[in-house]
């Protein structure tokens, strides 16, 4: 294949360079006590979700500005993210939102995915919006709403989702509810509540075997009053009164600003309830930016936590579900979930260069200069050869996304898929 053939010639080009830079990088590292080598298999080990409604160019309500060659249906979007896994070494995996990306044949999309070396992660159901067919509205609420014919509507779609990931070979339902109210007394505040917890009761109840629920908050939009799941805490609660296979989502643009997202991860670890993360990042309200890309230091304090609990051996099954949740509205779409893995990739890297036993005894020892100064350390060092490294050991790309701009496979489908004029993105 094309990818993996401009991979190597691109990883052979720039080796001579890499290899000094590394080598480097390896010197400093033994001279702080750092391993390397278990840093490299650990950052190879990474692997995150890719979202089957990032792969298209996004939008505002304000409008959308498609990319030329962007896939036309599931099949197609498969075909992008196999080409961003065969760049990165780490998205094995697809999250599919149903009905976006609901496929007419699971068993046939299955074998697809089989065939390009892809597998599904959690499915994603949508209640928040009206879908063709659907004899009542969401206007009001889905779950929560307050006529019982409206719930058990919202109730039947996520068997259904269940139905179609099981068909698929998911193991997880995501639900992200947009229930909620825009003025003071539309929604009973309590009762709202009471009402998504019994539905989310009865989807739980049907969960296959070996499945988990996760519950994904949000503080607002597009219910701008009350959201029903507004905060971690009503996460929490619901993942607690649910049962053993609920847990709670983050979603990294769902919180208000300045809120301490690394406080609130491991709050939900204490509580055995992270059940996983959508990336991305947010300057305002938003939750649709690059990973990274606007608070790279929360991002790596994030890792941090998750770096620290894996290695804690009084934190139990610990299995956070890695996902990506962006929408790309400038950005060509696989170029900009190629830097967002890229940045994942380097925040866990980061994080695993901390020197633990020196933040631990900073820590015990009130030193808090110190114990900041572990972090910040670890954190200004230049991680890129060792992510580099990591993906060259897998097969994939020193430098991603120079890699896929050589390829010209974004020209290729603009062709294949449009039949249009290729244009070019801005950058270029
Ligand atoms: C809501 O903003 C959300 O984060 C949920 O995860 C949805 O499934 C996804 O975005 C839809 O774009
Ligand atoms: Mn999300």
């Not at 917890?197 to 607002?220: A, C, M, N, S, V």
């Not at 009350?226 to 643009?253: H, I, K, N, P, Y």
Request: charged share 25%.
């Amino acid at each position: 294949m094309f990818v993996q053939e401009t991979i190597e010639k691109m990883n052979a080009a720039r080796s001579g360079d890499h290899e000094q830079d590394l080598e480097t990088l390896i010197g400093q590292l033994h001279r702080r006590g750092l391993d390397a080598e278990a840093i490299l298999t650990q950052v190879g080990a990474f692997e995150v979700a890719v979202p089957s409604w990032a792969l298209g160019a996004g939008g505002t309500r304000f409008g959308r500005f498609p990319v030329s060659g962007e896939p036309r249906d599931i099949y197609e979007k498969m075909e992008d993210i196999a080409v961003i896994h065969r760049l990165t070494g780490a998205t094995p995996r697809v999250s599919l939102h149903i009905p976006w990306d609901e496929p007419e044949d699971p068993a046939a999309l299955r074998s697809h995915a089989d065939a390009l070396g892809l597998g599904f992660d959690a499915v994603n159901s949508n209640t928040f919006q009206d879908q063709p067919g659907r004899r009542l509205s969401y206007k009001f609420g889905s779950l929560a709403h307050p006529d019982a014919a409206v719930r058990e509507q919202a109730v039947a779609h996520h068997l259904h989702v269940i139905e179609v990931g099981r068909a698929l070979g998911s193991e997880a339902l995501t639900v992200w509810l947009a229930d909620g109210s825009n003025y003071p007394g539309q929604m009973h505040l309590r009762r709202s509540f009471e009402r998504t917890l019994d539905g989310l009761r009865q989807i739980y109840d049907h969960l296959p075997p070996g499945w988990r629920l996760f519950t994904e908050h949000k503080p607002y939009e597009p219910a701008f009053y009350a959201t029903v799941v507004q905060d971690w805490g009503s996460s929490l609660m619901l993942a607690q009164a649910l049962g053993e296979r609920a847990f709670c989502l983050v979603d990294l643009g769902h919180h208000l600003p300045n809120t301490n997202i690394e406080l609130v991860v491991a709050r939900l670890i204490t509580a055995g309830k992270l059940g996983g993360f959508h990336f991305n990042d947010a300057k305002y309200g938003d939750d649709d930016l690059t990973a990274g890309s606007i608070k790279p230091y929360q991002l790596f304090l994030v890792f941090n936590e998750l770096v620290d609990a894996a290695r804690d051996e009084r934190v139990d099954g610990f299995a956070p579900a890695y996902m990506i949740d962006q929408s790309h509205n400038v950005k060509d779409p696989i170029e900009a979930l190629l830097q967002t893995v890229d940045n994942l990739q380097r925040a866990y890297a980061q994080a695993l260069l901390v020197d633990r036993s020196a933040l631990e005894a900073a820590q015990n020892g009130c030193d808090v200069l110190m114990a900041e100064q572990a972090l910040a350390s670890a954190f200004r060092t230049d991680e890129g050869p060792l992510v580099a490294e990591a993906r060259r050991r897998r097969g994939a790309a020193l430098d991603p996304v120079a890699a896929f701009r050589e390829t010209g496979y974004r020209r290729a489908k603009a062709r294949e898929r449009s039949g249009g004029a290729y244009q070019p993105p801005q950058s270029l």
